[in-house]
Nanobody, 119 residues
Framework: QVQLVESGGGLVQAGGSLRLSCAAS????????MGWFRQAPGKERESVAL????????YYGDSVKDRFTISKDNAKNTVYMQMNSLKPEDTAVYYC????????????WGQGTQVTVSS
């Protein structure tokens, strides 16, 4: 099993910044990649940013490119997402997720952290 603990959400004004953290523990050797997903009220969950467990490959959703940066601290088994130039439409619950090598989908999820951007 892999446990994921998120932190860093909150309330920020438009144009501001926040940094989310996701600490992984347990069978981290089985992780293939990790990512951040978000879900706003009445909307489907969407992938925001993904990073390989080695940290060598990243992916960003079109709506956050050039504003969000995902990174990983290998020593701490922690994934970060720096969010800059935040917009009200970024308001959502953000979830950290991990996909194990043997899985075709993200099979470990954090508890979620609320990000609210006021206009």
């Amino acid at each position: 099993q892999v446990q994921l603990v998120e932190s860093g959400g909150g309330l920020v004004q438009a144009g501001g910044s926040l940094r989310l953290s996701c600490a992984a523990s347990g069978r981290t050797f089985s992780i293939y990649d990790m990512g951040w997903f978000r879900q706003a009220p009445g909307k489907e969950r969407e992938s925001v940013a993904l990073i390989s467990w080695s940290g060598g490959s990243t992916y960003y959703g079109d709506s956050v490119k050039d504003r969000f940066t995902i990174s990983k601290d290998n020593a701490k088994n922690t994934v970060y997402m720096q969010m800059n130039s935040l917009k009200p439409e970024d308001t959502a619950v953000y979830y950290c997720a991990a996909r194990s090598v043997s899985s075709g989908h993200y099979n470990y999820w954090g508890q979620g952290t609320q990000v609210t951007v006021s206009s």
